[in-house]
């Protein structure tokens, strides 16, 4: 074997062996959190969890909506002393957001439809002005109809990624959430299969 050969050799040899690269961002020891528990920090420690994603961590919620402003500004509050308490243990905090439905009935107005009709107008500073009703939000079948969702108890409809009224609503909470303090967001979705809204019709004939 020339020394040509070799050398190849051994270097192929030497990459099959080396661990794997470290990203520049170190190591994730990452955790997800649906509920609170009061021993939260102490599992994080002794894990060595450094990236958290938490349901709880914040009072924003895409798919619902929210209660009024004065609480809802106590519950911020109270989210951002938890982000800081993840920090100073070495912990960044990622919000979870759901990129595929909104919850609640839009004929009994409930849910999602409950907060569009009363509580809406508290926060248009994040949310900008009023959109039409979050049914249009919603993907369409073949028929023209809403896709309903359902996750346990919970019932709602598959939202439309490419609604504008949607991406609206979206982008108010992500900011909402910035105001929080978390260090990102993770989004869940999209789903519910193909949309004949005419967002998606409009943009599949261009």
Known sequence: MSREQSSVTSGQTA???????MPPYGVIQFASFY???????????????????????????????WGDRKPFEAAMA???????????????????????????????????????????????DYLGPRPPDPIEWAMRDAAGKPMPFS???????YICMNNPYWLQFLNGCLHLLVDSGVDGVRYDGPGGGLCWCKFCRDAFAR
């Open 78 to 124: 109270a989210a951002r002393v938890q982000v800081e308490a993840s920090h100073k243990v070495g912990v960044k905090a990622m919000a979870y957001v759901g990129y595929h439905p909104i919850y609640g009935d839009a004929a009994k107005r409930t849910g999602i439809f409950e907060f569009y009709d009363q509580r809406w107008n508290q926060y248009e």
């Open 15 to 21: 990459a099959r062996q080396a661990p794997p690269r």
């Open 151 to 157: 996750f346990r108890e919970w019932h709602g409809y």
């Open 35 to 65: 509920q609170g528990n009061e021993d939260l920090w102490q599992f994080m420690l002794r894990t060595h969890v450094n990236l958290c994603e938490s349901r709880v961590a914040t009072p924003v919620s895409e798919a619902w909506g």
